[in-house]
């Protein structure tokens, strides 16, 4: 089972050991980050005021499996967007992200009271549609030629979940075991 606990400077070594590449570090965590990623940076990213920082524990392994962060957390427009994730490379393929998704999505619609809940993927990460497809996420437009890396440009998917169209019954059965 997949609990999210707050990310920390301790953590920040794993991480950095889980980004391989500068063209991974773009997929992973968008343009905020240079590669290669270091604590300067981390330390950045933890601090913003409006997002909140999981590494996503498996309680079974009691190890430290992933990574996701709550971010653009508006209280006026009741908004938020999921950023920053990612499953450790030797725990990826067992449900993991699934649980992970369900996790924060509980937490932005349950904790927080959120209207809405966004991500943006690049378009050629089917893995990570299909699992935000699963939470319900629905998708609302693509920006096409959004980044350019390594001389060539990526498309990046916009999808969201409202309140109105989460499920709490996936959130809680994601939480106790899961598929992507």
């Known amino acids: 089972m997949i609990e999210l606990q707050n990310f920390s400077s301790e953590d920040y070594d ?68 999921i950023g920053k994730v990612l499953v450790s490379p030797e725990h990826q393929n067992r449900g993991i992200g699934e649980q992970m998704i369900a996790e924060v999505t509980a937490i932005a619609f349950e904790e927080l009271k959120l209207h809405k809940v966004a991500l943006g993927v690049f378009d050629f990460n089917q893995p990570a549609i299909r699992c935000y497809e699963k939470a319900g996420f629905q998708k609302d437009g693509l920006l096409r030629d959004h980044r350019k890396v390594n001389g060539s440009f990526w498309n990046l998917l916009e999808m969201s979940l409202l309140r109105t169209e989460w499920d709490p019954y996936f959130s809680h059965k994601k939480r106790e075991a899961s598929s992507c």
Do not use: C
């Not at 794993?14 to 240079?34: D, N, R, V």
């Not at 950045?44 to 990574?67: C, F, L, M, N």
């Open 14 to 81: 794993q991480l950095i050991g889980w980004i391989p590449t500068e063209a991974f570090l773009m997929k992973w965590g968008g343009p905020i980050f240079q590669f290669p990623l270091d604590h300067n940076q981390l330390d950045s990213y933890t601090r913003q005021p409006d997002r909140i920082v999981y590494k996503a524990w498996d309680s079974e392994s009691k190890e430290v499996v992933g990574h996701i962060s709550l971010g653009r957390i508006d209280k006026k427009n009741e908004s938020a967007r």
